[in-house]
C-alpha cells in the first residue's frame, strides 16, 4: 500500500497500551525496530499543512468554547457576591483567573480526551502488565537522550532494556516508552499469534484449552459471520489497501504533493457511484448519501434500515476469542516474567551531563537507600492468591467529621518503628476489651482515622513531609497489601480514612525523589529561586506544566482508585499558593490574594484537583489547610471558589498555646477566644478546628536548629510543632516523671476538658484530635534523629496510661463522651452557634447551637451561685455534660438535683427568657432543652 509521509505523532493511549495519533504542525518520522508489533489505523489526509494548522485552530477554538459552553451558571466573582464583598481589584483577579482556567482546559483537550483522562496517567505510566505476555513501561524525562530499565531482572545492564532515538525513542513531550517482552522458557514453543493474550488475574489457572486458531476461525465463519464478512480479519491492512487503490489507483501518489487537489465530497461520491452501476451485489453493507439542503450537513451517510437493524441484534463475536485466551497458569508454565514480582530497578538516563540512574517516577513500591546503597523501586505484582481481596465497601461521608489523627509508625507501645499489621492488630488495650486500634478509634466515638506520613519519604524524622515516591505507601511500614487492609478494616468499623497529602513542595534529594529526575533542574520544578522553599529546603512544583498537572492529578486519583481513600488532606497550602511561601504578615485585606505574590497556576491546579475528584468521585472530601484564609477556600469552583469541603482553623490551637504558656489564668480574654475559635465568620460552617494535633506535639526535624527556633517565634509558627502538647504542659509541668499535687492536676484536668468542649462545639462541622490526646498523651512526640541519638524514647504512645485508673482514665471517658454528643445530639452539623454571652469580666462564655446551651466558666477561683444565662425558648433545661463530673476527674460540686432547670421570664443577653445556672470556678455544662413551656 501506498503511504503519505506526513507522519503522526505517537503517545500511548491509556485504554490498551498501544499508540496513537496527535496531529503535529510538521512532518517527522518515528522508526521503530522490527520486533515490535504495534497496532494502528492507518489514516490518510489529503490536507496540506497550512489546511491542517488551520484545523488545529479552528479544533482548539470548538474545544474552548465547549469548555464555556458546558460551565453554563458560572459567576466568576459569585461567592464575594454572596458574601457582600465588594473589591475591584480581587474582582478583576477572579475573572482573570477564570478565564485563563477556561484557557487551561481547551490546552488540556488538545493533549487529552477529557479531564479524567488527564487525571489518569497511573494507567499508562510506570510498568504494566499487558495481556500480550510482556511488561510496558513509560515515564517522562524530557532532558534525556537515553531511557532503560535496569534491575536484578537484567543483570543491571543500561542496554537490555533500553529506548532511545531509533529504538522506540520517545514522543515530542518526552515520554519515553519500553516493551520488555516474557522470556520464553527452554523447550517451549513461541505462540502461535503474536496478540495471543493471558489472563492473569481471573481463572488464572485455566490452561490451554487446545483449540488451534485456524479451528476458532473456522467456527466464527460458519456460525458467526455472513459470506464474505470475515475476509478482512486475517489480514487486516487488506481493507485499508483495498481504499486507497480504489481512491488513487494501483499507482497512486507517494507524497501529498504528488496527490494534488482532490474534489470535493459531492463530485467525488457521482463519479465513485458512476463507476460502480454495473457492479454485482455485496454483502457488505449498503449506504447511500442524502442531501438534507443544510449548509453544515451537506451529504449525510445513512444505511439500510434492515440492515442496521440486523446489526444492532448481532452481537460482538467475543465468544470465539474467548477460546484462545489462556490463563496464568498456561502463561507461567510456557514463559518466565520480564520482570518477576519482586524485581529491584531503577530507570536509568543518559543526559547531557552524562549517565544517571533514579527511582522512577511512578514507582509503587520503594527501598529507601539504606547502609550506603542507592535507593531502588520494587515491582509489585503479586499472584493473585496473594494480592489483597476488598471485603467492605467504601462509606458515605457523614455531615460532620470527627477526626482521630495518626501516625502508624508511632502508634505502638514500643521504642520501634510500628507497621500497618501492628497498627490493625497489636497495640494492647486491655481497658476496652480490644487488641486493636482502630476498634479503640471507633469506639472512642471517632468517625474517620487521617493518616500522615503514609506516602514514601526518605527520612523518618521529617514525619513524612519530604515525599520522595508519590505513588508508593511507605515501605517502613509494610506493603501495599498490608495498607490495603488497614483500609479495609477501617471502612468495615464505618471508618473513613482520610489522606494527609503533600502536593506543596517535594524533597529536595536527587537520588531519590524529583529533583533533577531527567538530569535537568526544571523537568519538575522551577527553577533558581522560585524552585526553592524559602526555608525548608524543599523543591516546588511547576504547577503551569501540563505534564506537572498531570503528575499530581494523576497521583490523587490513583490514591483512591487503589486504595479506596476516602478524603485528602491538603498540607501547607500557604506555601505553594504564594512566592514567598507564606511567610508574610497578612492583615485580611483582599489585596494580598490577588498581588503580585500569588501563585496563579498554583490556585489553578487547586480548583482543577477538587473539580476533578469531586466528578470522578462524589462522595470525596477535601480538606484545605491553609493559614492565611485564603478567600473562598470552600466555595463552589463555579462560583469563583477553590471548591474545597473543609478548611482547617489553625490559628485555634496557637491560641491555647498561647494562652497557657504566655498568659496568667486570671488574664485570660473571653473575647480573643471566641473570635479565634469561630475564624472567619464568612467560612466558619466548613471549619475543622481542633485543639491540638501534629503540628503540637510533634518536633519538625527536617530544618536547623537555629532556623526552627527562628520560626517559632515567627509569624508563620503554625506550621512548626513548639515541642510540647497541652496535656504535657498542664498536667507535668514540663515533667512527666515528677508528682503532681491535687491542685496542679485539677487545674490541668479542668482546663484541658473545657479547652476540648469549646473548641469541638463552638466551630464548624468538623474536629480533629491527635491519637493519644483523648486521654491527654503528657510526652511529646519527637522522631529519632541526630540530635537526640536516633532514639526512639518519645516515637511511640503510652497505651498503658489508659490501664490505670487516674487522670487519663478521667480525660479519655470525657473525651469518648464528648464525641457521643455530636453522635446524639448533631452538634457540629447544625448551623453555627449564637454567641449571646461574652464576658471578660466574670470570664463566663455562653452560647446557643440547635436545642443546646453550653456554659463555661473559665475563671480560675469565682464561682457563682445563681448566674443568669438568656435562652429563647421557654421550657426545662437539662445538663447532659458536665466537666465537673467525679467521673471525668471532676469535683462534683453540682449535684445532680441542680441538673434540671426552669426558665424564667426575664429578658437577659437579648433573649426572652432565661435560666439561673451554678458555675463552679473551671467547670463547664451542657444543657438540652427536654420540655418546652408554652405560654
Known amino acids: ?39 494502528t489505523k492507518t489514516k490518510c489526509s489529503s490536507i496540506d499543512p497550512q489546511q491542517q494548522q488551520q484545523k488545529q485552530r479552528e479544533s482548539f477554538t470548538r474545544k474552548k468554547k465547549s469548555v464555556i459552553e458546558t460551565e453554563k451558571g458560572v ?11 465588594t473589591h475591584k481589584a480581587f474582582a478583576q483577579f477572579l475573572r482573570e483567573r477564570y478565564k485563563s482556567l477556561k484557557d487551561l482546559k481547551a490546552e488540556i483537550f488538545t493533549r487529552h480526551l477529557n479531564l479524567q483522562e488527564m487525571a489518569s496517567g497511573f494507567e499508562i505510566l510506570g510498568t504494566h502488565r499487558h495481556r500480550e505476555h510482556r511488561v510496558d513501561y513509560m515515564d517522562w524525562a524530557p532532558g534525556a537522550r537515553y531511557c532503560a530499565l535496569v534491575g536484578d531482572f537484567n543483570g543491571w545492564s543500561p542496554t537490555t532494556n533500553a529506548a532511545r532515538e531509533g529504538l522506540y525513542g520517545h514522543d515530542d513531550y518526552g515520554y519515553w516508552f519500553i516493551i520488555l517482552e516474557d522470556k520464553l522458557r527452554e523447550g517451549e514453543e513461541p505462540d502461535e499469534l503474536y496478540f495471543q493474550q493471558y489472563n492473569y488475574v481471573d481463572d488464572y489457572d485455566k490452561g490451554d484449552s487446545g483449540v488451534t486458531i485456524d479451528e476458532v476461525f473456522q467456527r466464527a465463519n460458519d456460525e458467526y459471520w455472513e459470506p464474505g464478512e470475515d475476509r478482512f480479519i486475517k489480514n487486516r491492512f487488506e481493507l485499508p489497501a483495498k481504499l486507497y487503490e480504489r481512491l488513487f489507483g494501483p499507482n497512486g501518489p507517494q507524497t501529498i504533493e504528488e496527490l494534488g487537489e482532490i474534489p470535493d465530497a459531492e463530485t467525488r461520491y457521482k463519479a465513485h457511484k458512476e463507476l460502480h452501476k454495473d457492479d454485482p451485489p455485496s454483502n457488505l453493507p449498503p449506504f447511500d448519501v442524502i442531501d438534507n439542503g443544510k449548509e453544515y450537513d451537506i451529504f449525510n451517510v445513512v444505511a439500510d434500515p434492515a440492515w442496521q437493524e440486523k446489526f444492532r441484534n448481532k452481537k460482538p463475536p467475543l465468544a470465539y476469542w474467548t477460546e484462545i485466551r489462556k490463563g496464568r497458569k498456561a502463561w507461567l508454565k510456557k514463559y518466565s516474567p520480564a520482570i518477576p514480582h519482586g524485581s529491584k530497578y531503577r530507570v536509568y538516563f543518559n543526559t547531557p551531563d552524562g549517565p544517571l540512574e533514579r527511582v522512577p517516577a511512578w514507582a509503587t513500591f520503594i527501598q529507601p537507600d539504606a ?3 542507592q535507593a531502588y523501586a520494587i515491582h509489585w505484582e503479586p499472584p493473585p492468591e496473594y494480592t489483597y481481596k476488598w471485603k467492605h465497601t467504601a462509606i458515605k461521608p457523614p455531615k460532620s467529621l470527627r477526626i482521630y489523627e495518626c501516625h502508624v509508625g508511632i502508634s505502638g507501645s514500643e521504642p520501634k518503628i510500628s507497621s500497618f499489621n501492628d497498627f490493625t492488630e497489636k497495640v494492647p488495650l486491655q481497658l476496652l ?8 478509634v471507633k469506639r472512642a466515638g471517632y468517625n474517620a482515622i487521617q493518616l500522615i506520613g503514609i506516602v514514601e519519604h526518605k527520612d523518618y524524622f521529617t514525619v513524612g513531609y519530604r515525599v520522595t515516591n508519590f505513588f508508593a505507601v511507605s515501605s517502613r511500614y509494610g506493603t501495599p497489601e498490608d495498607f490495603k487492609r488497614l483500609v479495609d478494616e477501617a471502612h468495615g468499623l464505618g471508618l473513613l480514612v482520610l489522606l494527609d497529602i503533600v502536593h506543596s513542595y517535594s524533597a529536595a ?20 529561586k522560585r524552585g526553592h522553599h524559602k526555608y525548608w529546603g524543599t523543591r516546588m512544583f511547576k504547577y503551569g506544566d501540563l505534564d506537572v498537572l498531570h503528575f499530581l492529578l494523576s497521583n490523587l486519583n490513583w490514591w483512591i482508585s487503589e486504595y479506596k481513600i476516602d478524603g485528602f488532606h491538603f498540607h501547607s497550602l500557604a506555601s505553594m499558593l504564594y512566592t514567598h511561601n507564606g511567610f508574610a504578615s497578612f492583615t485580611g485585606d483582599l489585596e494580598e490574594y490577588c498581588n503580585q505574590y500569588v501563585d496563579n497556576d498554583a490556585v489553578k491546579y487547586l480548583i482543577l484537583a477538587n473539580e476533578i475528584l ?6 470525596i472530601i477535601t480538606i484545605a489547610e491553609d493559614a492565611t484564609f485564603y478567600p473562598g477556600l470552600c466555595e463552589p469552583a463555579s462560583q469563583g471558589g477553590l471548591g474545597f469541603d473543609y478548611h482547617v482553623n489553625l490559628s485555634a490551637s496557637e491560641m491555647w498555646l498561647s494562652l497557657l504558656k504566655n498568659t496568667p489564668d486570671h488574664e485570660w480574654s473571653m473575647s480573643k477566644i471566641t473570635s479565634t475559635l469561630l475564624g472567619n465568620k464568612n467560612y466558619a460552617d466548613k471549619m475543622l478546628v481542633y485543639a491540638e494535633n501534629h503540628n503540637q506535639v510533634a518536633i519538625f526535624s527536617c530544618i536547623s536548629k537555629a532556623l526552627f527556633e527562628w520560626i517559632k517565634f515567627s509569624s508563620y509558627k503554625y506550621s512548626i510543632s513548639g515541642g510540647q502538647s497541652l496535656a504535657e504542659i498542664l498536667l507535668t509541668q514540663g515533667n512527666d516523671k515528677a508528682p503532681q499535687s491535687n491542685e496542679l492536676l485539677l487545674r490541668g484536668s479542668s482546663l484541658l476538658k473545657m479547652i476540648k468542649l469549646i473548641t469541638f462545639t463552638i466551630g464548624g462541622r468538623g474536629y480533629l484530635n491527635f491519637m493519644g490526646n483523648e486521654f491527654g498523651h503528657p510526652k511529646r512526640v519527637e522522631f529519632p534523629m541526630p540530635s537526640n541519638n536516633f532514639s526512639f524514647s518519645l516515637a511511640n504512645r503510652c497505651w498503658d496510661l489508659l490501664e490505670k485508673e487516674g487522670v487519663y482514665q478521667d480525660l479519655f471517658r470525657f473525651d469518648k463522651d464528648m464525641m457521643k454528643l455530636d453522635k446524639n445530639e448533631k452538634v457540629l452539623s447544625r448551623g453555627l452557634p ?3 454571652h461574652v464576658n471578660d469580666t466574670n470570664m463566663v462564655i455562653s452560647y446557643l447551637r440547635g436545642p443546646l446551651l453550653f456554659v463555661f466558666n473559665f475563671h480560675p477561683t469565682d464561682s457563682y451561685e445563681r448566674y443568669c444565662i438568656g435562652v429563647d425558648e421557654a421550657g426545662e433545661y437539662q445538663v447532659i455534660l458536665n466537666t465537673d463530673e467525679r467521673r471525668y476527674g471532676g469535683q462534683g460540686i453540682v449535684k445532680e438535683e441542680q441538673y434540671l432547670q426552669r426558665t424564667i421570664s426575664k429578658r437577659v443577653d437579648g433573649l426572652r427568657n432565661c435560666i439561673e445556672v451554678s458555675l463552679p470556678s473551671r467547670t463547664a455544662q451542657v444543657y438540652k432543652l427536654s420540655r418546652i413551656l408554652r405560654i
Do not use: W
Not at 459567576?75 to 464583598?85: A, E, Q, Y
Not at 476489651?433 to 479503640?440: D, T
Not at 469531586?614 to 462522595?619: E, F, G, R, V
Open 1 to 39: 500500500m501506498a503511504s503519505i509521509s506526513l507522519q503522526p505523532k505517537f503517545s500511548l493511549h491509556p485504554n490498551n497500551s498501544i499508540l496513537h495519533f496527535h496531529p503535529q504542525n510538521k512532518p517527522q518520522i518515528i522508526f521503530f525496530t522490527r520486533k515490535v508489533k504495534i497496532k
Open 75 to 85: 459567576d466568576p466573582v459569585g461567592f464575594l457576591t454572596k458574601l457582600g464583598i
Open 371 to 373: 547502609e550506603g546503597k
Open 433 to 440: 476489651n480490644s487488641s486493636y486500634v482502630l476498634p479503640h
Open 509 to 528: 534529594d536527587e537520588m531519590v525523589g524529583l529533583s533533577r529526575f531527567d538530569g535537568s533542574n526544571d523537568c519538575y520544578f522551577h527553577t533558581g
Open 614 to 619: 469531586h466528578a470522578l468521585h462524589p462522595n
Open 834 to 836: 449564637n454567641i449571646h
